[in-house]
């Protein structure tokens, strides 16, 4: 008994001391960053079309430059030139839906979109021809 009170006493003697015990912070040299070596980011700006493309979905069905479901934009773009007629009659099948023109899958309608925003869409995927 008097044997294990002696360990005990050492060891949480050992371990107080351990405790106790604590290593300087390491510490590194301040880093200064100067203004002109921080290089800067381009900001990416979006055309009204393409937000109200990346609001809605359209991104189920079409890539900008894959094929999906449905036709990418720039294969869109190559087929229709960028004309106002053309961008009436794109923003006219967004809202009303279409098919066999790129195939059997038809595309559904969105009634709830605009012509002018639809027209905006159209205009943007237009845009996109190389």
């Known amino acids: 008994m008097k ?30 960053i100067n203004a002109p070596a921080i290089p800067k980011i381009a ?3 979006m055309s009204g079309g393409e937000l109200l493309i990346n609001k809605s979905d359209c ?3 079409h890539h900008k430059i894959n094929k999906l479901i449905g036709p990418s934009y720039t294969d869109i ?4 030139p960028n004309t106002d007629k053309n961008q009436l009659l794109l923003a ?11 195939g059997k899958i ?19 995927i237009l845009s996109l021809k190389k």
Request: charged content about 20%; hydrophobic content about 40%.
């Open 3 to 32: 044997r294990t009170l002696l360990i005990l006493g050492v060891t949480s003697i050992f371990v107080a001391s351990l405790s106790a015990f604590k290593p300087e912070p390491k510490t590194e040299p301040a880093v200064t």
């Open 43 to 45: 900001t990416m700006q």
């Open 59 to 61: 991104i189920g069905c």
């Open 77 to 80: 773009a190559k087929k229709y």
């Open 92 to 102: 006219d099948k967004i809202i009303k839906g279409g098919s066999g023109v790129w």
């Open 106 to 124: 038809p595309m559904t309608p969105h009634p709830k979109i605009s012509p002018s925003d639809a027209k905006l869409m159209a205009k943007y």
